[in-house]
């Protein structure tokens, strides 16, 4: 199996867990070509921009940057979903370091 289905299946099975948690697929940008894999909606919450990718999933400093510039302008969670076999992790993305991140549920509420 190629790389690039295997990242298709993990984005899909990220869509999947947040729509059965309320939330709604609004977007795939495929084969990476935007800042996020995924766009999703949820009427309480709002917009997040989802970023795929296996448990070791780290965004170097310029993607990083990119990615919470478009979940600045289009007001979004910027989350990454880090997924393998034996579930799905999720983090809210900053500016600090990856181990910093703050872990994040579909179902949170907003604080």
């Known amino acids: 199996m190629s790389t690039a289905t295997q990242g298709r299946q993990r984005e899909y099975r990220v869509r999947d867990h947040l729509i059965k ?3 709604e697929f609004v977007m795939r ?3 990476s ?3 996020a894999d995924l766009l999703m909606g ?3 919450w ?3 921009l989802i970023q795929v990718g ?3 999933k780290n965004l170097g400093p310029a993607d990083r940057t990119r990615f919470l510039r ?3 302008i289009t007001c979004a969670l910027p989350i990454v979903a880090r997924a393998d076999r034996t579930g799905i992790r999720y983090a809210i993305v900053h500016d600090g370091i990856p181990s910093d991140w703050e872990p ?3 179902n949170n509420e907003r604080r």
Do not use: C, Q, R, S
């Open 21 to 23: 948690h309320g939330w």
């Open 29 to 31: 940008a495929a084969a």
């Open 33 to 35: 070509k935007g800042a």
């Open 42 to 44: 949820h009427e309480e």
């Open 46 to 48: 709002g917009a997040a």
């Open 54 to 56: 296996t448990p070791n």
């Open 70 to 72: 478009a979940a600045h």
């Open 104 to 106: 994040w549920t579909p």
